[in-house]
Every structure is written in structure tokens, then in C-alpha cells.
């Protein structure tokens, strides 16, 4: 993500070519960067046609998007057909009171047709809100009957537990899938698709029929808890014990009739059946759809048809863990709300990158310019979507996506929200130094959160930290998103922090408290030659100590106490506390900018959760976060006129 701090060039419609490229932009560090010419022509050549030649002449738009009360021009006389299947005839422009939802917009005569999206004017947000909970890398929250990774049972578990706790709410890593072999990509927000789960996630015992399958569950149960011993989480040996355990699982529950199962399959359609699909086909042929045979590189190919037909069973059985993990993720999130988080992008080798070829910018990367922190620039390996492509697809894959993220969630966690507004392109193999920002659709894609939000009874947040525009913040503030903050980032005290935010201490990709405090982050940094900034790092230290009036030496347990105590004078919508700090973990999840010099995402918490469950650093936390809401009156939240 993008760290840096500083001024910002707010684009302006004569900054941007007709392709969305931004000419010129201002740097964190004061500095004008223009976009290179051969910049440019990379990114046009990578989008194709340009979006003019898309429409063709057309005078009907793809996709109209229109807030509550808005009465747009339409092209011709023509006739709308609701959501509901119910019709009505349109003359001039669009009727002011239509229905929140998507509709289609037909000409009476000719075949001009445009998508209408109606969209509330805010996502969701109670002004009164002041709720806490827990922030938690699954993968890491192992209980004693785990199988080597944190599961949907754990999930449950830690969501009863946050609760009894006084916490509200309860925020996780991204949970989305990789691709389907045993050397797994360990990334979150690497995933082969933004909208389906993880079966590494499954609690593979809660199963329907695990326990008439013939599995030798003694020695399975006992496999698995041997993982548990290493702090590494080893997703190899983890797939290799639940996909077979599955798989036989599988050949049982096929022979039965599950209405639930098939109102899934229906439920989800042709994304679900898709992605199964992939999934057979990269067992078969690598993960890379990019070097499959031509016959299956289209998703709607004969070829792809055909070989779906003949390994049904095997498609079958990737939509069945989906629904799994469905009921599994829906019975934790019965117990306390929880808090999704959407990737920036997806794999380019992976399903969605297949689904969605023809929308992808083909050989791009998105990632962030060079800064004072990253002087070589960031490149992130994840393919953008062509904005005009986008568009013109009716916004069907950010639905999609988005709809997904908030599927039994109470809240979600937009990564890097300026992608909504803009996105730093990386050409063809070009350094990211050679890069450019595009702009995207940013009015509709947060009409488009604002109602998915509404009918999922989510609050929305969006990560801005760093190097972010005014306006993005200014837009995120009047869709009433929450902002977000980090005492790590902020001089000022906590009691100053905006009301409409999410509040937290540090993130995954910062050190924990206890990391910084005792000096163990930079350490780490400074034995595996990471470039860190141990000044910086150290007027943080400075800071708490000064905020706590503790002593340097003091004990981190103590430290940690005292400087969550201080973090719930924040009146925020919501805070969050992780539970890396809850047992005092020296390691962060992720150590941005390696690739081997650190086991991102990979390191499990160092003690289960049933001691997690009796520990007393955890209660204090509690006990702060859980007194804020009766220590500081209400603000509202109303987004500005």
C-alpha cells in the first residue's frame, strides 16, 4: 500500500487524457512528475481500444448511475424494466423516485440499452455508533483442535468470545481463495479470486456427513494438532490433510440430496460455476491460466464447456466447499458482526484474471511511485481493470466483488480506497519509477459501495492512510465511509481523531506495540539487512512513552495497557484492538517490501486461543475500549451538506 505523507495534486478534468492517464501529479515529497510519453503509449497499448472507439457512435451509455431524487437526461423514448421485473415508459429523462437497485433502460425503437444503477446518496452508518472489537489474522488464531491453521471454528469461537468480552464487532485478513495446489500463496491480498473463501479455512470435523465418511478421524485430528506445535504456519501440510479428507467427505455427501446446497449453486450462478471450473481446470494444467492451451483460454469457450462437462463432479465439488464455507463463515458471523477486507487487486495468473480477461489490462501492474520511504517505487504484481472496460461491463465485477465482501459481514475494510479514485499503472516491464496514475470511475464506484452497503446491512471504511488527495478524502467523508486511524501515525492526541473513523493502533504491515516498544521490529530488520526507520520508529516510542507517562524501561505488557487506555479517547465510530497486542507478539504479519527475508503471513499467534481465553492482558484491553463509549458523548456522523 501507499505510505507516504505530503502534498498531493488534486487531478483536474484537464489533467487527464481521454484514456484516464494523468499527465502530471505532485509527489510526497513537493516534487512535479510528469507522465513520460512512453509511459503513456504503454498504458493505451495495454487498454486496447481507446473508450471512444468502444462506444462505437453509440449515444446510449453502458451504465447510468444515479443517486435517490436525480432525474438524468435519456437518449430516446424508451422503456425501464425494475429490478422487480415490473416495467415503465420513459419520456425525455428518468423518473426521480425509482427504487434503489439495478434496472435496465431499453429504446422502444432500435436496440439501444443502458444499465441504470440507483444508489442511495451514503452507504449505511448509524451516527450513535460507538462499537469495538477485535482485529485478527485468522490464519493465526489456532485453538488446540485446529489442524495447523486458524479455521471457521476458531472464527466462531473468537466471535463468542469477543463478545462476552463487551466488543461489538470482529475485523479478519481477507479470507479469499488461492489457487488449488498444496504450494499455497500465503498473501491475502494476492488471492486467484476476490469472491470466493479459502478451503484451508474449513473446520473440516463440522462438515455435514464428516462423520459417516469412513475417515480415520483419530489419526487426522492428531496430524493436524502436530501442526499446531510450529509457529509457522506450514499451508502445504495443511492442504495436504484437508483437501483428501474433504475429497472423501465429498463422495459421500454427493450420493445425498441437499436442498441447501443447490439453492446455493443457484443462488451464485455463473460467478460460482466459473470459478469451479478454474479451479478443475488449474488442478489439471497449472494455476497460470495465461500458459493453459489456446482451447481453454476463454471461460466462455466450447473447449471449457465440454471439459466441464465431462469432470462435473469434480466442479461439483469445488462449489460444495464454497457453500461450506458459506454456512461456516455465516454461523460465526451469528454470533457478532464481522468485519470483511477487500483486496486492492487479484492474482493475474488466477480465476478472476481468466473470468475477466477482456476488462484487465493485459501485462500491467499496480502499485505506488517512489517516495522518501519506497525510493524505488512499489509494484505490487496485481493486474487494474480498464475504468472505460469497467464501464462499459455495467460495473459487473466491482458488484460482483463487492457484494461478495459483504455477504454476512457487518462491516468492511476497503485496502488502499484511493484505487476508487486512482490507480498507479506500472507499463509492460517497466520499473515502477516509470509508472503512471489512471483515473477510475470514483463517483460511481462509491455509488455502487453506498448501495451494496444498504443491502447488506454493512458499514463501510476505507484504508486511507499516506499519500491521498483531498478529494478522495472528501469524497469517502460525504458517502459516509469510515476514515481510518493509527496512533502509530498521528502526533495529536487520540481525543482528536475524527468521529467518522475507524481507529486502531497500528496495522499488519506495521510493527506491533510490542515489536516497537521493546525494540525487537527493528532488530529483526536490522539482522535480515531490511531497510527500516529506526528514528522514526524511535520518536513513536518517544510518543507513547510520553502519552503514558511511563518510564522507558517499563514492561510492554504494562506499556500496552496504558497506551490502548489512551487510544479510547478516540470518539470514533469504531476502534479496533489486535490481537497480536492482546498477547504481546513481537513478530508483524507482513514486513512489506520482502519476499523471503521474513515468513509474511505466515507466522501463527504464539499461544492458543483457550489461553487467549483465560489471559488478563486481553481483559484490560476490554475493559479500556469497552468504558469508552460511556466516557465521551455522541457526535454525529451525518455526512456534510
Same mark, same amino acid.
Given at each position: ?157 473468537? @466471535? ?5 468480552? *463487551? @466488543?461489538?464487532?470482529? /475485523? ?60 509457522? !504456519? ?41 470459478? @469451479? ?67 486492492? *487487486? ?113 458499514? /463501510? ?58 525494540? @525487537? ?69 507482513? /514486513? ?10 505466515? !507466522? ?16 484490560? !484491553? ?20
Amino acid at each position: 500500500m501507499d505510505v507516504g505523507t505530503g502534498p498531493q495534486l488534486a487531478p483536474r478534468d484537464d489533467n487527464v487524457d481521454p484514456w484516464g492517464v494523468v499527465n502530471e501529479y505532485v509527489d510526497n515529497g513537493g516534487h512535479l512528475r510528469v507522465t513520460l510519453p512512453e509511459t503513456r503509449q504503454a498504458l493505451h497499448a495495454a487498454m486496447g481500444e481507446s473508450p471512444s472507439q468502444l462506444l462505437d457512435g453509440n449515444a446510449w451509455p453502458p451504465v447510468i448511475v444515479v443517486r435517490t431524487g436525480q432525474s438524468p437526461h435519456v437518449p430516446a423514448a424508451s422503456e425501464l424494466t425494475l429490478e422487480d421485473g415490473t416495467t415503465r415508459p420513459i419520456r425525455g429523462s428518468l423518473p426521480n423516485d425509482l427504487p434503489l437497485g439495478y434496472h435496465e433502460l431499453r429504446a422502444i425503437e432500435g436496440d439501444g440499452r443502458t444499465r441504470v444503477i440507483v444508489c442511495p446518496h451514503a452507504c449505511l452508518l448509524d451516527p450513535e455508533m460507538r462499537i469495538w472489537g477485535w482485529s485478527a489474522q485468522l490464519y493465526a488464531a489456532r485453538s488446540k483442535r485446529s489442524w495447523g491453521i486458524g479455521d471457521m471454528a476458531d472464527l466462531r469461537r473468537l @466471535a463468542r468470545w469477543s463478545k462476552q468480552l *463487551g @466488543a461489538e464487532t470482529l /475485523m479478519v485478513n481477507p479470507l479469499t481463495a488461492s489457487a488449488p495446489f498444496p504450494v499455497h500463496e500465503a498473501s491475502p491480498y494476492y488471492p486467484t479470486t476476490r469472491r470466493f473463501r479459502n478451503p484451508l479455512y474449513l473446520c473440516v470435523e463440522e462438515v455435514p456427513g464428516a462423520a459417516e465418511s469412513g475417515l480415520d478421524w483419530t489419526d487426522l485430528a492428531a496430524a493436524g494438532q502436530r501442526l499446531n506445535e510450529d509457529r509457522r !504456519i506450514d499451508r502445504k501440510q495443511v492442504f495436504e490433510l484437508k483437501i483428501p479428507a474433504l475429497t472423501k467427505i465429498w463422495h459421500r455427501f454427493r450420493e445425498t440430496q441437499n436442498a441447501a446446497f443447490e439453492d446455493y449453486c443457484r443462488e451464485q450462478g455463473d460467478a460460482l460455476r466459473q470459478y @469451479a471450473t478454474y479451479c478443475v481446470l488449474a488442478e489439471q494444467f497449472g494455476g497460470d491460466w495465461r500458459q493453459w492451451d489456446s482451447e481453454y483460454e476463454r471461460h466462455d469457450g466450447a473447449a471449457v464447456r465440454k471439459f466441464a462437462g465431462e469432470r462435473g463432479e469434480r466442479v461439483r465439488f469445488h462449489q460444495w466447499l464454497q457453500w461450506l464455507l458459506d454456512v461456516q463463515f455465516a454461523r460465526a458471523a451469528d454470533e457478532i458482526p464481522i468485519v470483511q477486507d477487500l483486496p486492492i *487487486g487479484f492474482d493475474p495468473s488466477g480465476a478472476d484474471a481468466w473470468v475477466w480477461q477482456d476488462l484487465v489490462a493485459s501485462g500491467v501492474s499496480v502499485g505506488a511511485p517512489p517516495d522518501q520511504f519506497n525510493i524505488e517505487g512499489q509494484n505490487w504484481q496485481l493486474s487494474p481493470l480498464i475504468p472505460h472496460r469497467l464501464r462499459a461491463a455495467g460495473y459487473q465485477p466491482f458488484i460482483e466483488t463487492v457484494r461478495a465482501s459483504v455477504r454476512h459481514a457487518g462491516g468492511l475494510l476497503i485496502d488502499h480506497v484511493m484505487g476508487l479514485h486512482r490507480l498507479f499503472w506500472i507499463p509492460p516491464g517497466a520499473h515502477a519509477s516509470q509508472g503512471a496514475y489512471v483515473r477510475c470511475p470514483f463517483d460511481d464506484l462509491l455509488g455502487i459501495l453506498a448501495l451494496e452497503s444498504h443491502r447488506a446491512g454493512a458499514w /463501510m471504511a476505507g484504508e486511507d492512510l499516506g499519500t491521498v488527495p483531498d478529494e478522495v478524502r472528501h469524497g469517502v467523508e460525504h458517502h459516509r465511509m469510515l476514515s481510518y486511524r493509527l496512533l502509530m501515525f498521528e502526533d495529536g492526541s487520540p481525543a482528536d481523531f475524527p468521529v467518522q473513523a475507524l481507529a486502531a493502533l497500528s496495522t499488519h504491515d506495521l510493527p506491533t506495540a510490542t515489536g516497537l516498544w521493546s525494540g @525487537a521490529d527493528v532488530a529483526a530488520c536490522r539482522e535480515r539487512g531490511i531497510p527500516t526507520d529506526e528514528a522514526g520508529w524511535g520518536a513513536i516510542r518517544r510518543r507513547w512513552a510520553d502519552a503514558t507517562g511511563l518510564a522507558h524501561d517499563a514492561p510492554v505488557e504494562e506499556v500496552i495497557e496504558r497506551i490502548y487506555a489512551y487510544l479510547a479517547q478516540a470518539p470514533s465510530a469504531v476502534m479496533v484492538a489486535s490481537l497480536n497486542d492482546a498477547l504481546a507478539v513481537e513478530e508483524r504479519p507482513n /514486513m512489506p517490501g520482502t519476499v523471503s527475508e521474513w515468513p509474511n503471513w505466515s !507466522i501463527g499467534l504464539p499461544r492458543s486461543i483457550e489461553y487467549l481465553e483465560s489471559a488478563s492482558l486481553p481483559k484490560s !484491553i476490554a475493559r479500556s475500549l469497552s468504558a469508552r463509549g460511556r466516557s465521551h458523548p455522541s457526535k454525529s456522523c451525518d455526512a456534510p451538506p
